[in-house]
C-alpha cells in the first residue's frame, strides 16, 4: 500500500517543483576591452535581467575561455576596444558572444537570452545617439559573432543522446539486480543458497558480474547507435569512458542489489526502482539545467548517481575531456560504489 499511494504521491510533490523549463543561473564571463560607460551599461543591463550570473570579467580572453573550458562558465561576451568610440562615430560595433554547447538547450536559449538583450541595448543606443535615422540605418549599431564551442552546428542530439544512453544503461544495470534476489526468494532456491558454505560478498559479487557484463554490451551497442544512426563521434578516450561506465555499473548494481535484498516479491522490487529511476532521470540534468532548478533540489542532485554518468559521457564524448577532468565525478561515483555494494552484503540475511 505504501509503495502504491506513498511513492507516486512523493514524485508529484518532488518533481514539478525540482524540474523547471525556464534557463536560469546562466554563467557569463565577459571579456571588456573598452571600460567605457557604454560597455559598463551594457554589462549592467545583462545582468540585471536575472538570468546571467557574472563569472569572470577581465580583458584576457584566454582565462574567459578557460571558464567555459572547466564549466564554471556557458557563454564568453567579448566587448572589443573603442566600443563607445565606433558607436558614437561609426554609428557601428562587433561585439563576440561564444557559446559552450555542450548542453544544446542551456546552449541555445541562452544565446537567445543574450541576443535578445544586446538587440534591446541596440535599440536603445540607436534612438539616443541619432533617433532620426534609427529606422533607415538597418545595419547600424551591434553585430554579434556567434561562436559555437563544441557543438559547432548547434545539433541538440550531442547532447541528448548521450543522456539517453547514460539513462539505458542504468535503466538495465539497476531493474535487473532489483529483480534478481528477490526472485530466488519467490522461487524458494534463496533458501539452498543461505546454508551453503558460500559468503555473503561472495554470493552479491555472483549476482553482480553477470549484470555487469550485461550492462556493458548494452552500452557498446548504445554507443555504436550513436555513431552509425545519429553519427554522433567520439573526440575522447573510448577506454576512459569504458572505465569509468564499469565503476559507474558498480554503483548501479549495488545499489539495484540492495533493493532486492529488502523486497519480498518482484513486484515490490520492480516499483520501488521505478521510484528512484524517476528520480534519477528527471533530477540528472538530461531534461531541464541542474542549475536552473532550486537550491534544494540542487544539492540532492549530488546523490543522483546518473548525473554525474551523464556528464561524463559528455564531456569525453564531445569535449574530449582526460581523467584529471573527471577526478570529482569519479571520486563520487567510486564512493557511492562502495557504499552501496556493502551495504548490499551486509543487508543480505543469510543463516548457517
Request: aromatic share 14%.
Amino acid at each position: 500500500m505504501a509503495i502504491i499511494f506513498v511513492t507516486p504521491m512523493m514524485q508529484l510533490i518532488i518533481l514539478p517543483l525540482a524540474a523547471s523549463y525556464e534557463i536560469k543561473n546562466i554563467n557569463l564571463s565577459v571579456v571588456d576591452h573598452d571600460h567605457s560607460s557604454f560597455s559598463r551599461e551594457l554589462i549592467q543591463k545583462i545582468t540585471a535581467s536575472n538570468y546571467f550570473k557574472l563569472q569572470y570579467y577581465g580583458e584576457d580572453y584566454q582565462k574567459a575561455f578557460e571558464t567555459i573550458e572547466s564549466e564554471k562558465s556557458d557563454i564568453i561576451l567579448e566587448i572589443p576596444p573603442k566600443f563607445e568610440q565606433n558607436l558614437v562615430r561609426e554609428n557601428q560595433q562587433k561585439v563576440l558572444v561564444a557559446i559552450n554547447a555542450i548542453n544544446g538547450t542551456k546552449a541555445g536559449l541562452g544565446g537567445s537570452y543574450l541576443a535578445q538583450i544586446l538587440q534591446d541595448y541596440n535599440q536603445n543606443i540607436q534612438t539616443k545617439l541619432s533617433p532620426q535615422l534609427v529606422e533607415f540605418q538597418k545595419n547600424a549599431g551591434l553585430e554579434l559573432n556567434v561562436t559555437l564551442w563544441f557543438n559547432r552546428f548547434y545539433n541538440y542530439r550531442l547532447a541528448l543522446v548521450p543522456g539517453i544512453l547514460a539513462f539505458l544503461v542504468t535503466l538495465v544495470g539497476g531493474m535487473l539486480s532489483a529483480l534478481n534476489i528477490v526472485s530466488e526468494k519467490e522461487i524458494g532456491t534463496i533458501e539452498q543458497i543461505n546454508v551453503s558454505p558460500i559468503k555473503k560478498s561472495t554470493f552479491i559479487l555472483g549476482k553482480l558480474i553477470p549484470f555487469w557484463i550485461l550492462a556493458n554490451v548494452a552500452f557498446t551497442m548504445g554507443l555504436l547507435v550513436s555513431r552509425f544512426v545519429y553519427g554522433i563521434e567520439i573526440y575522447g578516450s573510448l577506454p576512459l569512458l569504458y572505465f569509468f561506465v564499469g565503476v559507474y555499473l558498480l554503483a548501479i548494481l549495488g545499489f539495484g542489489l540492495l533493493i532486492s535484498t529488502y523486497s519480498e516479491t518482484q513486484q515490490q522490487a520492480m516499483f520501488t526502482i521505478f521510484f528512484f529511476m524517476m528520480i534519477f532521470i528527471m533530477m540528472s540534468g538530461l531534461y531541464t539545467p541542474i542549475e536552473s532548478m532550486p537550491e534544494w533540489s540542487q544539492k540532492l542532485t549530488l546523490l543522483n548517481p546518473l548525473t554525474y554518468l551523464i556528464e561524463v559521457i559528455r564531456l569525453i564524448m564531445l569535449k574530449n575531456s582526460g581523467f584529471k577532468d573527471l577526478i570529482p565525478q569519479f571520486i563520487s561515483i567510486l564512493g557511492m560504489a562502495v557504499f552501496f555494494n556493502s551495504w548490499a552484503v551486509w543487508n543480505y540475511r543469510k543463516t548457517s
